[in-house]
């Protein structure tokens, strides 16, 4: 039977279940509590609720689909016209593990790139590569991506396929997860195998980060996750004996339904900002235009590159290839100093990867120095001063 | 051009709180908001219908009550809503969602485009749009900044795409998956509230939609959460304190350290 189940012997009767509930779906009869099934929406508050974990939602799976048919971890490799997006390794790093817990072989999804160009993701530690070079100019990368993978993995059964949670990755995924009737589980922080049920377990956060979810997928597959770039760290590798290319054919595709007029805007920092091993960013906190300058004069003598949340390219302040965050570059610094940023989910997502913070903002409460390793809460513009006024006394 | 926004009801904060003695999590489900990102997507359509002509459907899976935010819809200028409502929706993921969402959107009629928020707020995945797209067979475009025109069997729009903005075109019926960016959604006028109490309104059961009810809600949900915990704060912030002048002193020492 599926649906809301609440144990007996583990309820204590104390109704925070009820209290919780959104639905009035369930009340207390003779000191337990009992679920109306005809109005529980299956929404999952009374199981987080719950003080002795009495409550949760069953589910019986329909037997069919035979989950040791489908073996191997996959990694989308993002091909990003000179190279792969570095996520691309980061889930090979990952990947790797996995697989080797699974005693599985690793495997990348290349699309629109050469043989030569696969060489990261063999030296990463895939034991298979498979390629196609192939990518008609009158598609755009992402719809022409779908094809190619859908056709790959009805054909080879994978396991397990990750991608990275860039703009790219969270539009192509889904679309895909769709067409092969499978579960996506969005901005994974963790991946792990259930020892017993050899499932793949994804923790992601939601409700802005502040709860974290468990996720598997048992009954379907492949089980497909997304991952934000900069989670996973990239592990030294070595190529795997055998490890091999499979170029494949481009698939037969109808006319394209959607078309690329013009990229807006060359993005030559943006490069620059992913990997420099020194970043200065800045938000809205800064107050007026001119102190960004301040910024950019500390950046030049910390040797650091100058990044920033969204709001100042929306202002006109910098431009967009300056922008940290889930649309803009994520950064992996050694050090990130950050002035007078909150810390929206969207810009955090961007700095998971960076070693040291030091977060200044005017606001204690800024999300920001949650993930900061140090914290100064004062006013941007006289920090910025001070360290200036002290870095222009030092010599070099 | 018959447009389609699609909303839905998420709880009024993200918020989610411990309690201090049981340490378990305290979630107020019950306060119920349209998802913000979802307001603009009423808003575009009926923006596109002032100047394009045509009208707007609100559609949403959910609890009866959000019947409460389908009205608001008509109220900010949606010409007639769908309620998709059924115990066998209950316990969705994306993917039973999407399918159910299409189910009601092919029985509503034939659409020229549809709108979606780029995510909701509580669940923060931002797949049903994409998902959605594709059990309707038809294109997508995420993370829409701004529609350029409409018209001649295409949409141009602005979106972030993966080296920055950039401007695309598809064909319709097509749906866009919208950033805040898009617009300012306007409030209901008084006539709006008023026309929104005899506007076309149905609730539809997975009958209704002749859908597969091996295909909705938990029955049809690939993914299950198995566990839900607050996350443990992974380091603890040191606050540097002093003067400015010391604070930026430490700055500095520690710059100096990491970059030695």
């Not at chain 1, 949670?165 to 679309?175: I, K």
């Not at chain 1, 969005?186 to 994804?202: F, K, N, V, W």
């Not at chain 2, 109490?197 to 997975?206: D, E, I, K």
Request: hydrophobic content about 45%; glycine content about 10%.
């Amino acid at each position: 039977m599926s649906g809301l189940v609440i144990e007996k012997e583990k309820c204590v009767g104390c109704g925070a279940c009820v209290s919780a509930c959104p639905s009035a779906a369930l009340s207390m009869e003779e000191g337990l509590a009992v679920v109306d099934g005809a109005a529980c929406v299956l929404c999952g508050v009374c199981v987080d609720t719950c003080p002795t974990g009495a409550i949760s939602v069953e589910k019986e799976e329909a037997a069919g689909l035979d989950p040791s048919d489908w073996r191997d971890v996959w990694v989308f490799a993002q091909w990003e016209g000179e190279g792969f997006h570095p996520v691309t390794l980061e889930l090979l790093s990952r990947g790797r593990a996995l697989a080797d817990s699974l005693e599985e072989r690793l495997c990348a999804a290349a699309v629109g790139c050469t043989e030569a160009d696969c060489a990261p993701l063999l030296d990463q530690g895939a034991d298979a590569v498979y390629l196609c070079p192939a990518l008609p100019a009158e598609y755009r990368a992402e719809p022409f991506c779908a094809a190619v993978l859908s056709q790959l993995i009805r054909a080879h059964r994978p396991g397990i396929v990750l991608f990275g949670a860039t703009p790219f990755g969270r539009s192509l995924a889904p679309r895909l997860a769709a067409r092969l009737g499978t579960g996506l589980t969005a901005d994974c922080t963790q991946l792990d195998i259930d020892g017993e049920s050899r499932c793949l377990r994804q923790t992601r956060p939601a409700f802005g980060g502040n709860l974290m979810a468990t996720i598997v997928c048992p009954a379907h597959r492949p089980q497909m996750a997304t991952v934000r770039p900069g989670v996973f760290p990239i592990l030294t590798a070595g190529r795997r004996t055998g490890a091999e290319i499979v170029t494949v054919e481009p698939p037969v595709l109808p006319p394209p339904l959607t078309r690329e007029l013009a990229a807006d805007q060359a993005v030559q920092a943006a490069a620059g900002l992913r990997g420099a091993q020194v970043i200065v960013s800045v938000g809205r906190g800064i107050g007026v235009r001119k102190n960004v300058k301040l910024v950019e004069r500390l950046a030049e003598l910390l040797g650091a590159q100058v990044g920033c949340s969204r709001p100042l390219v929306e202002a006109g302040w910098l431009s967009y290839d300056h922008q940290i965050g889930q649309t803009g570059v994520s950064v992996a610094p050694k050090l990130l100093i950050t002035f007078g940023i909150s810390g929206a989910i969207q810009h955090l997502a961007g700095i998971a990867g960076a070693e040291r913070i030091i977060a200044v903002n005017s606001d204690p409460s800024a999300p920001i120095f949650a993930q900061a390793h140090e914290a100064v809460v004062g006013d941007c513009v006289e920090i910025l001063e001070e360290m200036i006024k002290i870095l222009e006394k030092k010599p070099n | 051009m018959r447009i389609v926004a699609c909303i839905k009801q998420v709880p009024s904060t993200n918020e989610v709180r411990l309690d201090p003695e049981k340490h378990t999590i305290l979630r107020d489900g019950r306060q119920s908001v349209v998802n913000p990102f979802d307001a603009h997507a009423v808003e575009e359509a009926v923006r596109l219908k002032e100047t394009c002509g045509g009208t707007v459907l609100a559609i949403s899976m959910g609890i009866p009550a959000v019947e409460e935010l389908l009205r608001d819809a008509l109220a900010r200028g949606a010409d007639e809503a769908v309620l998709l409502s059924d115990r066998a929706f209950a316990g969705a993921d994306t993917l039973a969602t999407s399918y159910t969402l299409a189910a009601g959107i092919r029985r509503a009629g034939p659409f020229d485009l549809i709108l979606c928020g780029k995510m909701a707020v509580d669940g923060d995945t931002a797949q049903i749009g994409p998902e959605l797209a594709e059990q309707l067979g038809i294109p997508h475009l995420t993370e829409v900044d701004a529609i350029l025109s409409v018209g001649e069997g295409r949409v141009t729009v602005s979106r972030q795409g993966q080296q920055g903005p950039e401007t695309v075109e598809a064909a319709l019926p097509a749906l866009l998956t919208l950033t805040r960016e898009v617009n300012t959604p306007r409030m209901p006028t008084l006539t709006g509230v008023r026309r929104s109490l005899t506007a076309p309104f149905v609730c539809w059961g997975a009958d209704d939609l002749k859908a597969d009810r091996g295909r909705c809600g938990l029955e049809g949900s690939p993914t299950q959460v198995v566990r839900t915990f607050v996350p443990q704060r992974e380091r603890e912030t040191v606050f540097l304190s002093g003067s400015p002048e010391r604070q930026a002193e430490q700055m500095v020492k520690i710059a100096g350290e990491v970059l030695a």
